[in-house]
């Protein structure tokens, strides 16, 4: 009998405890063993939780218990998790977490601590996709030389509606909040940053990399409008938030942003809240992972995985999938300024002759290469919107570029630009 | 120092030993030890192989090497694999295999045998994408509700090509051919039977059970013709050879045969030799797995990565995935004739009055009731072409009801059956 204890019991606590108890017998024959919740700890004990197991507020309580096998922690939060998790390790305790904000600064630290105590985290990417079990495992004979993943289903449920529906990004964010798709305070979704915490944790094994959310291009999807959407829709595209990792000779990128990206490809059919990751391996071509990125039960799906595997299997690999560490000595993050893309960019400008000559010849100054113009009309007077998609540059060319175009007086707001993936 | 031998180093087996020799410091890295090729075992050998490994046409020379820790069964056939196989666990030889004709019979055999010692069968299901290990491990704290693959890439490269460019079934296929996608004799793979044996290995580590090829309902794609593919345009479908597992209480469905599946639906996006497989748990929903399905590099990927595996992480938990074997007492195999499904039906008929009378008073005899009709007209003078689908009834009165409509002498063919499913 493996007893687990879950501190933090909110929605996923409590869809860990529902499929436990529910798939019992279906468990215990999978893993060889009865999986028995003994203790939650929460903050308030007053809060109506749905659930039977005995509560605490003391998190000791449950760390010093030797009766106890497994931690799960569902906190949130960064340094009290890393607290909590440390200390279960040094208690020999085998601990399963959902917190990628927790692993995008602490994974090596934890890999390094927990030496050969299982540490489990399939949740903490895309809950419904057993992206790190493929990764680790399934594609561990490759070379990885990219992954492309919409790992964001608010931005994606966004994405997708503005696209179909022709709705802005502030009506559809207010209809994902009252659906609960969106945070009240949406940033860390929509910015960008809860995909790159997923970016770094898989980019841990596809690479054996460390890095932090701050060594990486991270951009959101706030200034798309119904412009970007109808030069996409022109063009085949569509307009998706993807985290790339990409590996060229011994550079690694890594960045999160909205993309174009044409139609025809599989990651480009992966449409509302859904998730999905395309990976790109050497030898096993491209395989692409798809299913729900949150929600409790899906997350919980993933949690439960991890204990399963732990008392069935243990887990005298490393937490991140390398048994020794040469990889990071070779292989380096890519500075944002090199990183090479074709390029969108949109810009209003005063309808008047010379404007687009001038334009062009700051992008021609900066080596930079139109590949096609559309110039539509803007809503006010004299004005024009000019839609360009640019060739392969570096990121350093087309943002001197665009801060040179900005500086233009025949220039009437920012220049919004979109990466393209082709 | 970790030494392997293959025995059958046809294209897949040079790839195995191309990739462990092209990628090994990475692959050392994640192993933790050095992995060589040591032997390979032949058949013939004057035949020409672009690898520098030692060959010898001994098989007993590697199963009685005491130096050799893994051996990767690669030979084709059942008998022989099998007995190479017991020999190489009986010597506490790891194995990994991609053998999915003998795991359709022996899996349960190999697993006894097994006990402790590792064999990893990645390969043997759509080699480029590891659905043996998400099913295994990732999705373990459900209940699979059900499993919807196409598994096999000559079929669903021909039935693509069928649907969108209007060729004919002996056409495609002698392109097939030409191409390498399909062997002389089509009849393992068109036939259904290469699906069938994929899906009996998912279906164990999903439910449990042990069924064999001949216990399920097994149906290729011979008779799908330009009518089948008009009507499925006509109402949105598009038709796949697709693998299903289902759970229904304690029933489990499994069976192979073209579907009719309408366009929307994730799995019907897959197209050309690619390989998709859809599974729906209790908790985590649907998700899907896409990627090569055949290939010597993708199969290659797969038996490289359970090496890897094998040697970082070794293997308690069985080769199937569950401790204890109680799900084979508690589920069952549906019979064929219980299994339920929707259906189409083509028929080519005498037009004259009362023909469609007597056909839909047959159907109404077995309680089944029809859902559209589409006419056509035939080729022949005289002849019209009827298109029928059918709501949810039973195989037996379907299958009785097609029995009957064929004994009326106004039907000038067989009766062509689809199942859709939606």
């Given at each position: 009998?493996?007893?687990?204890?879950i501190?933090g019991?909110g929605?996923?606590?409590?869809?860990?405890?529902?499929?436990?108890?529910?798939?019992?017998?279906?468990?215990?024959?999978?893993?060889?063993?009865?999986?028995?919740?003994?203790?939650?700890v929460?903050?308030?004990?007053?809060?109506?939780?749905d659930?039977?197991?005995?509560?605490?507020?003391?998190?000791d309580?449950v760390?010093?218990?030797?009766?106890?096998?497994?931690?799960?922690?569902?906190?949130?939060?960064?340094d009290e998790?890393?607290r909590?998790?440390?200390?279960a390790?040094?208690?020999?305790?085998?601990?399963?977490?959902?917190?990628?904000?927790?692993?995008?600064?602490?994974?090596?630290d934890?890999?390094?601590?927990a030496?050969?105590?299982?540490?489990?985290?399939?949740?903490?990417?895309?809950g419904?996709?057993?992206?790190?079990?493929?990764?680790?495992?399934?594609?561990?004979?490759n070379?990885?030389?990219?992954?492309?993943?919409?790992?964001?289903?608010?931005?994606?449920?966004?994405?997708?509606?503005?696209?179909n529906?022709?709705?802005?990004?502030n009506?559809?964010?207010?209809?994902?909040?009252?659906?609960g798709?969106?945070?009240a305070?949406?940033?860390?979704?929509?910015?960008?940053?809860?995909?790159?915490?997923?970016?770094?944790?898989?980019?841990?094994?596809?690479?054996?990399?460390?890095?932090?959310p701050?060594?990486?291009?991270?951009?959101?999807?706030?200034?798309?409008?119904?412009?970007?959407?109808?030069f996409a829709?022109?063009?085949?595209?569509?307009i998706?938030?993807?985290a790339?990792?990409?590996?060229?000779k011994?550079n690694i990128?890594?960045r999160?942003?909205?993309?174009?990206?044409?139609?025809?490809?599989?990651?480009?059919?992966?449409?509302?809240?859904?998730?999905?990751?395309?990976v790109?391996?050497?030898?096993v071509?491209?395989s692409?992972?798809?299913?729900?990125?949150?929600?409790?039960?899906?997350?919980?799906?993933?949690?439960v995985s991890d204990?399963?595997?732990?008392?069935?299997?243990?887990?005298?690999?490393p937490?991140?999938?390398?048994?020794?560490?040469?990889?990071?000595?070779?292989?380096?993050?890519?500075?944002?300024?090199?990183i090479?893309?074709?390029?969108?960019?949109?810009?209003?400008?005063?309808?008047?002759?010379?404007?687009?000559?001038?334009?062009?010849s700051?992008?021609?100054?900066?080596d930079?290469?139109?590949?096609?113009?559309?110039?539509?009309?803007?809503?006010?007077?004299?004005?024009?919107?000019?839609?360009?998609?640019?060739?392969?540059?570096?990121?350093?060319?087309?943002k001197?570029?665009?801060k040179?175009?900005?500086?233009?007086?025949?220039?009437?707001?920012?220049i919004?630009?979109?990466?393209?993936?082709?």
């Amino acid at each position: 009998m493996i007893n687990v204890a879950i501190i933090g019991v909110g929605t996923v606590g409590q869809s860990v405890a529902k499929i436990l108890k529910e798939n019992k017998t279906l468990i215990s024959a999978r893993a060889g063993e009865e999986i028995n919740v003994v203790k939650g700890v929460v903050k308030d004990l007053s809060k109506k939780r749905d659930i039977s197991i005995p509560l605490t507020t003391n998190i000791d309580e449950v760390l010093n218990d030797d009766s106890i096998d497994i931690i799960v922690e569902l906190m949130g939060g960064i340094d009290e998790p890393y607290r909590v998790i440390k200390a279960a390790l040094t208690n020999k305790k085998a601990v399963v977490t959902a917190n990628k904000a927790l692993l995008a600064y602490h994974r090596y630290d934890l890999q390094e601590i927990a030496k050969n105590i299982p540490i489990g985290y399939e949740a903490s990417v895309a809950g419904g996709i057993p992206i790190i079990n493929a990764l680790k495992v399934g594609l561990s004979a490759n070379q990885i030389l990219s992954i492309k993943g919409i790992m964001n289903g608010t931005c994606n449920y966004m994405l997708t509606k503005m696209m179909n529906e022709n709705v802005s990004f502030n009506d559809i964010l207010k209809e994902a909040q009252e659906l609960g798709y969106a945070e009240a305070d949406p940033t860390f979704d929509v910015g960008g940053f809860d995909a790159a915490h997923k970016l770094l944790i898989l980019a841990s094994i596809a690479y054996g990399i460390d890095a932090k959310p701050e060594d990486i291009l991270i951009e959101g999807i706030e200034d798309i409008n119904e412009h970007d959407m109808d030069f996409a829709k022109e063009f085949g595209y569509c307009i998706k938030l993807l985290a790339i990792a990409k590996k060229s000779k011994n550079n690694i990128e890594l960045r999160v942003h909205p993309v174009l990206i044409k139609e025809s490809q599989m990651i480009a059919k992966i449409d509302g809240v859904m998730n999905g990751i395309s990976v790109i391996g050497d030898f096993v071509g491209e395989s692409l992972y798809y299913g729900a990125g949150a929600g409790g039960d899906a997350t919980a799906s993933a949690v439960v995985s991890d204990i399963v595997e732990i008392v069935r299997a243990g887990q005298s690999s490393p937490m991140l999938g390398f048994k020794k560490p040469h990889q990071s000595q070779i292989l380096k993050l890519l500075p944002v300024d090199e990183i090479e893309s074709k390029y969108y960019l949109r810009m209003k400008v005063v309808d008047k002759p010379g404007v687009l000559a001038n334009i062009a010849s700051i992008l021609a100054a900066w080596d930079i290469s139109i590949e096609t113009i559309l110039q539509r009309e803007a809503k006010e007077k004299n004005k024009a919107m000019l839609l360009f998609s640019i060739h392969t540059c570096k990121e350093r060319q087309i943002k001197s570029a665009i801060k040179d175009i900005e500086a233009q007086e025949t220039l009437n707001s920012k220049i919004s630009m979109i990466r393209i993936e082709d």
